[in-house]
């Protein structure tokens, strides 16, 4: 079975840092490459990044070098680490198979507020 696990989430203060995990199981997914999507509240699913199995990351233009996706194959997780984070940040964020959300775990809440 296929599983996507995420962690890491939290309340953070405007321009604080988050580190989240997505923990895989079930494939072989170092061959693949995987998204962070998140999405707000009344908001459609919004695409942030993703990294190839070879580790070349994209992100959306939102980003603007603030979030930082990576992966470590040994340890079957991929991360979003989160930096000077601002309130419209906040949503409950997934990692994916695709851009789309498609296959994408049960998520971790990310709430950004002074």
């Known amino acids: 079975e296929v ?7 939290g309340l953070v203060q405007p321009g604080g840092s988050l580190r989240l995990s997505c923990a895989i199981s079930g494939f072989t997914y170092k061959n693949y490459c995987m998204a962070w999507v998140r999405q707000a509240p009344g908001k459609a699913l ?11 990351a994209l992100y959306a233009d939102f980003v603007k070098g603030r979030f930082t996706i990576s992966r470590d194959n040994a340890k079957n997780t991929v991360y979003l680490q989160l930096n000077s984070l601002k309130t419209e ?3 409950m964020y997934y990692c994916a198979h695709n851009r789309m959300g498609g296959g994408r775990g049960q998520g971790t809440q990310v709430t950004v507020s002074s």
């Open 3 to 9: 599983q996507l696990v995420e962690s890491g989430g």
């Open 46 to 56: 919004e695409w942030i990044s993703d990294i190839t199995s070879g580790g070349t």
């Open 89 to 91: 940040d906040t949503a």
